[in-house]
T-cell receptor, first 114, second 117 residues
Framework: AQKITQTQPGMFVQEKEAVTLDCTYD???????LFWYKQPSSGEMIFLIY??????QNATEGRYSLNFQKARKSANLVISASQLGDSAMYFC???????????FGTGTRLQVFP | EAGVAQSPRYKIIEKRQSVAFWCNPI?????LYWYQQILGQGPKLLIQ????????DSQLPKDRFSAERLKGVDSTLKIQPAKLEDSAVYLC???????????????FGQGTRLTVV
């Protein structure tokens, strides 16, 4: 069975600083994809970044990067130069090759302060 | 490109009543998902369609929930009869394809917030 674990219910970061949001996963699928989504208070889920299990390099998308450590089964999101607009819930998600379901963790609430 | 459209945005019903939600995915997206997000939790997959066929509905409470995707495009999710614990945001999402890869990310609608009283 697949499982995503996000152990940080909430995180605070000062504007312009970097922050790391933790995500660990468990799967028996040999091939899988990892996703991060942002959910502002308005409710929509916004796709941020994708990492494939066989990708050799860590994914980056602008200020977002994914610190992928396959042996440790972790896929942490790093946000550089935090902005006030980054305040939101952040969800880690995974899809396996064989199960094909996109499952989510419980989320981390990030608050950026001036 | 238009995003995933959902309606209504909000719905309040009494327990034991029925309710239906509608979703129009992004054009050309073969995979469609319905998620339930209870306050303070991550989204939980209720049902996944590939075109108009069901891929996974293992977590759909089939005694009260039903969903269909006619002609592989729009989808409706119905609850009948509703219970208090069904109060949640119902999110519809679509993706270009299944599996792994850059085109498999799901795009979400704004959701329908259901309150059962």
């Amino acid at each position: 069975a697949q499982k995503i674990t996000q152990t940080q219910p909430g995180m605070f970061v000062q504007e312009k600083e970097a922050v790391t949001l933790d995500c660990t996963y468990d799967t028996s699928d040999p091939s899988y994809g990892l996703f991060w989504y942002k959910q502002p208070s308005s409710g929509e889920m916004i796709f941020l970044i994708y990492q494939g299990s066989y990708d050799q390099q860590n994914a980056t998308e602008g200020r977002y990067s994914l610190n992928f450590q396959k042996a440790r089964k972790s896929a942490n999101l790093v946000i550089s130069a935090s902005q006030l607009g980054d305040s939101a819930m952040y969800f880690c998600a995974m899809r396996g090759r064989d199960t094909d379901k996109l499952i989510f963790g419980t989320g981390t609430r990030l608050q950026v302060f001036p | 490109e238009a995003g995933v459209a959902q309606s209504p945005r909000y719905k309040i019903i009494e327990k034991r009543q029925s309710v239906a939600f509608w979703c129009n995915p992004i054009s050309g997206h073969a995979t469609l998902y319905w998620y339930q997000q209870i306050l303070g939790q991550g989204p939980k997959l209720l049902i996944q369609f590939q075109n108009n066929g069901v891929v996974d509905d293992s977590q759909l409470p089939k005694d009260r929930f039903s969903a269909e995707r006619l002609k592989g495009v729009d989808s409706t999710l119905k609850i009948q009869p509703a219970k208090l614990e069904d109060s949640a945001v119902y999110l519809c999402a679509s993706s270009l394809q299944r599996g792994q890869g850059r085109d498999t990310e799901a795009f979400f609608g704004q959701g329908t917030r259901l309150t059962v009283v």
